[in-house]
């Protein structure tokens, strides 16, 4: 940041133009900026995005959406949504097959619907998600490669858990799968995020 210009002066400044003038998007936000303050467009960005986190900005749905900076802050936003329902239906999932015994009708639809998506769905979901954090696929695609991938994925596991002391049984198959989705759901939650202020930062400047 410029020695000349203190950053409580650009945010105030920046805070003005956004409760004013509502830009109607983040390149015209930086132009509005720079006719006060002639930094590196890449400085005032890193100064709205700031604003924006701290919350001090409230950009219309109609602008540019912003990528927050910090993974703690992403997770947090609607853009992580996909990673929030995808944990809960795994943790959801994992309560299900150890609390309803098999033969607690008609609680154990539940699991069985649970279960098919556990097994038939999840896995691949969040492995495509992590190869392809972005929009490479269309939803057809995704779709079928999701189910595709679990289908290769679960014997897999079962395979190597024939090799091991716990065996092929209801428990370690759970938490097996379980920690692989998990695994694969945050590795795709970092890379999309990674990926997302890339292409912002990229597009905005």
Do not use: C
């Not at 709205?48 to 990528?67: A, G, N, R, Y």
């Amino acid at each position: 940041m410029n020695k000349k210009f203190s950053k409580d002066k650009i945010d105030q400044h920046i805070i003005q133009i956004v409760k004013e003038k509502k830009p109607e998007n983040v390149k015209q936000l930086i132009r509005l900026v720079k006719q006060e303050f002639p930094l590196p467009e890449h400085q005032i960005l890193d100064r709205i995005l700031d604003l924006q986190e701290k919350e001090k900005i409230h950009l219309e749905t109609s602008q540019t959406p912003l990528t927050p900076r910090k993974l703690t802050n992403y997770l947090r936003s609607s853009q992580a949504y996909w990673y929030w329902t995808t944990i809960t239906l795994t943790l959801a999932t994992a309560i299900l097959i150890f609390t309803i015994p098999e033969n607690a009708f008609p609680l154990v639809y539940a699991r069985y619907i649970f279960g098919s998506i556990f097994v038939l769905w999840l896995p691949g979901y969040t492995f495509i998600k992590a190869l392809f954090p972005q929009k490479e696929l269309d939803n057809i695609e995704r779709v079928a490669l999701s189910i595709g991938m679990s289908l290769a994925l679960v014997p897999i596991t079962g395979l190597l858990l024939n090799y091991t002391p716990w065996g092929i049984r209801l428990t370690p198959i759970t938490i097996s799968l379980l920690a692989l989705t998990l695994a694969f759901a945050t590795a795709a939650i970092i890379r999309e995020h990674q990926t997302k202020h890339k292409q912002a930062s990229q597009t905005n400047t």
